[in-house]
Antibody, heavy 120, light 105 residues
Framework: EVQLLDSGGRLVQPGGSLRLSCSAS????????MAWVRQAPGKGLEWVSG????????YYADSLKGRFTISRDNSKNTLFLEMSSLRVEDTALYYC?????????????WGQGTPVTVSS | ETVMTQSPATLSLSPGERGILSCRAS??????LAWYQQKPGQAPRLLIH???VRAPGVPVGFTGSGSGTEFTLTITTLQSDDFAVYYC?????????FGGGTRVE
C-alpha cells in the first residue's frame, strides 16, 4: 500500500525556521516526482514546491521568494521541505504529494498533512 | 502564472441530481488538467487527470471534459458521498496552480 507520512510541523515564531519530512513507502520512490501543497485554515489548496525524480530540478511558487527549499533522499525514501524566514501567512496544513509519474505533476497520493503554525 | 478560475463557488444540489462544475484557465493548458475531491478533515483525492482520464477506482459517474482553457467536471448522479469540495489544477507550466474550489452541498 502506498503511504506518505508527513511530519515536522509545529508552532514556530515569525522569522523562524522549520524542516518538514515526508516518509514514503509502498512504491518505488525514486521513480516519481514529488511535491508539497499547503492549505491555510478554511482556504483552498496552494502548490508550494515540486522536485524531479533525481532531485536535479526543483520548482517553487513565486510567493515563496527563495525562503523554502525542497529536497529528497532517494536512498531513504524521504522528501523534505526546509522553511525559513517564516511568516504568519505561512500558517497552513502542509501536504506531501506523490506525482502520478516521473513527468507530469498531478498527484495520485497525498500524505495526511502536517500542521505549521507561525505565531508569536 | 496560469490563473485557474472555478465556478460556481458553491453548488447546491440534492442527491440524484447532476452536478456540473467549471474550471477556466487564463491561458491554454492543452489537456494538462486534474480534478480533485476533498472532504472535511481529509487529504485531496485525485479524480481526473489529462482533463478526462479517470483515476483508478473513481466511479464512472465522474466525467471530465474540455481542453485549452475551458474544462468541466460532471457528476452524473449525485450520491451522498459526493458532497465535498472539488478543485481543478493545471500542470502545463510552472508554477502549478489550483482553482479556488467548488463546494457541492
Amino acid at each position: 500500500e502506498v503511504q506518505l507520512l508527513d511530519s515536522g510541523g509545529r508552532l514556530v515564531q515569525p522569522g523562524g525556521s522549520l524542516r518538514l519530512s515526508c516518509s514514503a513507502s509502498g512504491f518505488l520512490f525514486k521513480n516519481y516526482a514529488m511535491a508539497w501543497v499547503r492549505q491555510a485554515p478554511g482556504k483552498g489548496l496552494e502548490w508550494v514546491s515540486g522536485i524531479s525524480v533525481s532531485g536535479d530540478k526543483t520548482y517553487y511558487a513565486d510567493s515563496l521568494k527563495g525562503r523554502f527549499t525542497i529536497s529528497r533522499d532517494n536512498s531513504k525514501n524521504t522528501l523534505f521541505l526546509e522553511m525559513s524566514s517564516l511568516r504568519v501567512e505561512d500558517t497552513a496544513l502542509y501536504y506531501c504529494a506523490k506525482a502520478s509519474n516521473s513527468i507530469y505533476f498531478h498527484f495520485d497520493k497525498w500524505g495526511q498533512g502536517t500542521p505549521v503554525t507561525v505565531s508569536s | 502564472e496560469t490563473v485557474m478560475t472555478q465556478s460556481p463557488a458553491t453548488l447546491s444540489l440534492s442527491p440524484g441530481e447532476r452536478g456540473i462544475l467549471s474550471c477556466r484557465a487564463s491561458q491554454s493548458i492543452d489537456s494538462k488538467l486534474a480534478w480533485y475531491q476533498q472532504k472535511p478533515g481529509q487529504a485531496p483525492r485525485l479524480l481526473i487527470h489529462g482533463a478526462s482520464v479517470r483515476a483508478p477506482g473513481v466511479p464512472v459517474g465522474f466525467t471530465g471534459s474540455g481542453s485549452g482553457t475551458e474544462f468541466t467536471l460532471t457528476i452524473t448522479t449525485l450520491q451522498s458521498d459526493d458532497f465535498a469540495v472539488y478543485y481543478c489544477q493545471q500542470y502545463s507550466d510552472w508554477p502549478l496552480t489550483f482553482g479556488g474550489g467548488t463546494r457541492v452541498e
